[in-house]
């Protein structure tokens, strides 16, 4: 009886973990095929806060978002 919930909760830990992994991997491959944002984005949205952004602008933007994906 003792080894049956031991073995459930071994299983429901390492279920969990591989799960885990498993969904993080998708979320990643999936973010670098469709990036959230691009650069006519930043662009519009440096155009909307009233600045006028040069490529240099952007691109320090593009890095910095790349950096944390």
């Known amino acids: 009886m003792l080894w049956n919930l031991l073995y459930l909760l071994v299983g429901v830990l390492i279920g969990g973990a ?3 992994f498993v969904a993080r991997k998708l979320i990643k ?3 670098k095929k469709n990036p959230p944002i691009n650069e006519q984005m930043i662009k519009a949205m440096m155009t909307q806060m009233g600045r006028t952004p040069s490529q240099k602008q952007v691109n320090q933007m ?4 790349t950096k944390y994906m």
């Open 29 to 31: 491959d999936q973010i």
């Open 18 to 20: 591989i799960g885990f």
């Open 62 to 65: 593009m890095k910095q978002m």
